[in-house]
């Protein structure tokens, strides 16, 4: 049996906490920033950063906590909490989402006009600070990260939209343009979150991460020396980023057990080069029955 820990440094729960204090404290600013320039999209947008700020703490709260080394509760660790996390998120996210929509087609239907002057203003706020830290999450690894970054995404996109009408109203004053944008805004967000959503199900349901080319590796481990085939493979995500791998596998031409640690050990490097934290190999001889083929 092969057990592999692969360790390299995340950076992922320092970016989740700059995600939520940002969030939070922007989402105060909003609040009385869309009272004083009388801003239905603004005080919108600073109900929803706020739910977005309790989700962002919640995901902030279970990155740290999955981070937890493997005890006797949970023997792979506590990885998957970090999964919990982006399911968690990504239904709040698609919540807002349709919030947000219910709320654009009600400033269409009953339309209210603003201060777009004041609106550019904090429209250029809200990009500056929502994209530094987008920015920051760009490059995110986890799942949870993933669905943060969306949210921030989300936020960046929103202001970007204000923006645009507020620019357009200072010209061509017109209640139906910031909600319109609203609108389109939102649908393409919540289907990238639905993507996401779908993603995360998936991998709680351990189906096989997409990035990994189940039959390539096959073929690498076949190509391996005194290996007649293999077969009984599993293969799932912890959290979207670590794998794990189990197999059996039937050896032919051996003279030795030091063959038998030295094809293991070939096979195992093969699995470390696709980045799998965790893998399981049993080895059994081609002239050896097998109860799980």
């Not at 696709?274 to 190999?281: A, G, L, N, Q, R």
């Amino acid at each position: 049996m092969g057990h592999h820990h692969h360790h390299h440094e995340h950076t992922s729960t320092k970016n989740l906490k700059l995600a939520f204090w940002v969030n939070f404290l922007f989402a105060i600013f909003e609040i009385f920033g869309g009272l004083y320039v009388n801003s239905v999209a603004i005080i919108s947008d600073a109900i929803h950063d706020l739910g977005d700020s309790f989700s962002l703490g919640g995901a902030y709260f279970l990155e740290k906590f999955s981070k937890k080394k493997a005890d006797k509760r949970y023997s792979f660790g506590y990885g998957r909490y970090s999964l919990l996390s982006a399911l968690l998120n990504s239904v709040i996210l698609v919540t807002g989402s349709v919030f947000v929509v219910y709320e654009s087609i009600l400033r269409i239907i009953h339309p209210e006009s603003s201060d777009a002057l004041g609106m550019v203003v904090f429209a250029f706020f809200g990009i500056a600070i929502n994209g530094i830290v987008m920015l920051r999450l760009h490059s995110s690894r986890t799942l949870n990260e993933k669905v943060v970054y969306w949210h921030m995404m989300e936020d960046v996109l929103g202001w970007v939209a204000v923006l645009i009408a507020a620019l357009i109203m200072l010209v061509y004053p017109s209640p139906y343009i910031d909600p319109i944008l609203s609108l389109l805004i939102t649908s393409y967000i919540l289907y990238g979150v639905i993507k996401r959503l779908k993603e995360t199900l998936y991998f709680f349901l351990q189906g096989v991460p997409e990035e990994l080319d189940l039959d390539g590796l096959k073929e690498e481990i076949l190509a391996v020396p005194c290996i007649a085939s293999i077969h009984d493979v599993h293969v799932w995500t912890l959290d979207g980023d670590h794998h794990v791998y189990t197999a059996h596998i039937t050896l032919k031409n051996i003279d030795s057990f030091d063959q038998i640690c030295e094809t293991k050990n070939k096979v195992k490097t093969i699995l470390e080069e696709h980045h799998f934290k965790y893998y399981t190999i049993e080895t059994e001889l081609d002239n050896e029955r097998c109860t799980f083929r």
